[in-house]
């Protein structure tokens, strides 16, 4: 997170921060941990109202950015989502908000407005859940135009939130070209099958689309012509998923340093010994690049800079795996309390390890990053 | 940073702005310099060079840095009362992006303007100022620090050159080690041990003297890569004159801290020039072109090394970028410079460990033919040079978790008891021959990864 947040960008941080304290403390998130849905929609509807659901939306559709860096604007809402380990469906409400708001459709204009409010969710159907699944040239679910409908064919997983959704937005092939639409949850052809996760409170499935049809007026843009949408929209979950990353990273951390200096061992605080104090500065240097790749990751998707693509991948494969590194130190620090459930530590370590997997692997980023970087050089 | 010159002191307010400098900048550089070549653009330690070449650099490099003196561009942070302009931080930032791509003196950032000049400016006498600042700006007088010690180098405030008063002068004997470079240099800034009755930070005394006088031995130590830039300096009844005396005589380690200080900043600092684009370590840039000389570009686990080394580079100008800007608003303490230089020690190393195994067994044994990849493995053997040159990575992780994470101090046996009395050790003798527990110092053209 930036060192110095503009009054709005401070404002819409803090009073994220309280409500997050007040309704979804730990003991919250652990009696939700078999709620099929994960989060109570009263609460989600009410953060609503604090703007969890409008950064990423135009001004002209009720939303609207507050710096006018929007997606920096949005780091911060996951940044608090990540420190304080909060259910609801931020990643896909938001991101489906955004792509609604960028190619405006009537299906998906009016869907807009009940996300802004909370009343409604939508998830993202985008990964495919096998190797380069995560990568829009990778994916295999076909979108066809057949007169006045299309036709979605294929199978997502992961999908966040997919069972207290109203809507699906897919993302498919048509040809060579992407194409999006806007699938109600209850189409015919359409089957969700809820799946397990690590976190405690965010909720996945399986959905398959067996010939499943609506109409043309439910595609976002021209078919086929959504590939630079739906790298838009990768870029921006990418960069949202580190920055819930650091904020996890950011709560074991203070945790972690809390701990060492109340807790005594030979008759002195473990904040005392160089051993230890050695490693916090190594978890200390990886939590500040952590914050820095992710800042100037998203300042560069907010204003759509050459670097953009490059940085995104870097601050994914370094988030994920320095960030894991932290995070277990942390419970090597803890010692046996740090492994168990009782704790609140695994609550971060879920999340970012969640996130880590999600929307492609630290190896998988490293690869885009030599690809990327090979490209440049070509060119 | 409250000492460092953030606008003019004793000059005239900015009169030009930002982007007017840069702009002024960019066409002076497009008129009057060379484009940069492979010694701008990638800073990391120098295997074995000829001898006359490198003085033949360090003499266009004084030129060079004369041109930007009389073009307006050098010490653009520096009052113009001492040849510098007077102007601001972001000036200096503008002109880092406008010197992109362009040569610029290399030898002459660090440790020249900073730390020695920034040490001048801060602590210097009017005179002193006067003598020595508009001289370093002109490209007449290039410094080294002498700070380190063979007995010990993480240890600064340890040092055993002593400085005893003599009238008007002092004596120096003693020796300093890891400086680069200073067989050609003109001045040394000096930390001497003036008084042994009194608790070790406070019995020291910073001096400043020319390098090429009767007393001062240089000899060059060979590194095991062949590299000879590093020197060892021994003094025998050195004699200087007490004006050239910097700050309170037994107060050096007031000047010391900011110096050490100024010297975690390096390319940081906004008295040095580094324009944009520089790479101050092996970069993943070149990493792709070792591996198409070795033919593995298209081996997955050599693209998952190159995305690995892309990623280290890059997050390690950014965490510089994060520190940096929250060091200057405040929200930050001075300390944190140790993160950044932490993280790029560690990193660096890593690099070299990437570069060696792309490079394989033509990194080990090889041939001229090898190109790329021929005697990748030299670099793989000083890997650690990231880790140690500029104060070791162990006390950048001191300096982190004490005094930026608040964490208790080791307990130290050499607080409260005059020097004299602090234990040595059987290896540590003052007369320094035995060099053991050494860490070099940053000189110009630094090594892989120095800076803080």
Known sequence: ?379 | MSALPTTARGGPEPTEDVDDFRARARSWAAANLRPADRRHLEVSIKTKRDEEEELAEIASERQLQRRLYDAGFAGVCVPQSYGGQGLTPGHQRALNEAFEGYEFPVWFQVPTLSPCMAVILEFGTEEQKQRHIPAILRGEELWMQLLSEPSGGSDVAGALTSAVRDGDSWILNGSKVWTTGAWWSDWGMCLARTNWEVPKHRGLTVFMLPLRQPGVEIHRIEMLNGNREFCQEFFTDVVVPDSDRIGEVDDGWTVGVRWMFHERMLYDSPLVTFPLGVVRSVGATSLTDLARAVGNQDDPRVRDLIGEARMLDVVAHKLQERIGSGMRSGAISEPAAAIPRLFQGVSTSRLQTIAFDIAGAAGAAWTEDDGAAAGRGIDFLTRQVSQIGGGTTEMARNVISERLLGMPRERSVDRDVPFREVPRGPSSRPDGREPSEQRPRPGPGPPAGRHG
């Open chain 1, 1 to 379: 997170m930036l060192f110095d947040l503009t009054a709005d960008q401070e404002f819409l941080r803090e009073t994220t921060a309280r409500f997050l304290v007040d309704q979804v403390p730990p003991s919250r998130l652990r009696a939700l941990r078999n709620d099929p849905v994960g989060y109570d929609p009263d609460y989600w509807r009410r953060g609503a109202e604090l703007g969890w659901t409008s950064l990423l939306v135009a001004d002209r559709h009720g939303g609207g950015s507050i710096s006018g860096q929007a997606l920096v604007d949005a780091t911060l809402l996951a940044h608090e989502f990540g420190r304080h380990a909060a259910p609801g469906p931020m990643l896909p409400c938001n991101l489906v908000a955004g792509a609604l708001s960028a190619t405006p459709s009537e299906p998906g204009i009016a869907l807009l407005d009940g996300l802004l409010r909370g009343t409604a969710v939508a998830g993202w159907c985008f990964a495919e859940g096998h190797v380069a699944g995560h990568l829009p040239g990778g994916l295999t679910t076909e979108i066809h135009i057949d007169g006045a409908e299309a036709v979605v064919e294929g199978v997502k997983r992961p999908v966040e939130s997919a069972a207290s959704a109203s809507h699906l937005l897919v993302t498919g092939r048509t040809g060579s070209g992407l194409t999006q639409v806007l699938v109600p949850a209850d189409a015919p052809g359409l089957s969700v099958t809820p799946m397990r996760s690590l976190d405690l409170t965010r909720r996945f499935c399986s959905v398959t689309f067996e010939q499943v049809r609506v109409p043309v007026s439910a595609v976002l843009g021209p078919p086929g012509g959504a590939g630079a949408h739906v790298a838009d929209q990768l870029r921006q979950g990418l960069v949202l998923l580190c920055a819930e990353s650091v904020g996890a990273i950011q709560a074991g951390f203070d945790m972690t340093s809390e701990w060492a200096f109340d807790r005594y061992s030979f008759g002195r605080p473990l904040a005392s010994y160089q051993a230890l104090k050695h490693r916090f500065a190594d978890m200390k240097t990886s939590l500040e690049a952590a914050h820095g790749i992710t800042d100037a990751a998203a300042a560069a998707v907010a204003d759509d800079a050459d670097e953009a693509d490059e940085l995104v991948s870097v601050a994914k494969a370094f988030v994920g795996e320095y960030g894991a590194e932290v995070l277990h130190d942390c419970v090597q620090l803890h010692g046996g309390i740090g492994v168990t459930f009782e704790h609140d530590l695994h609550l971060f370590l879920r999340r970012l390890t969640l996130d880590r997997a999600l929307l492609g692997t630290p190896a998988d980023h490293r690869l885009r990053i030599a690809d990327l970087l090979e490209k440049r050089e070509a060119a």
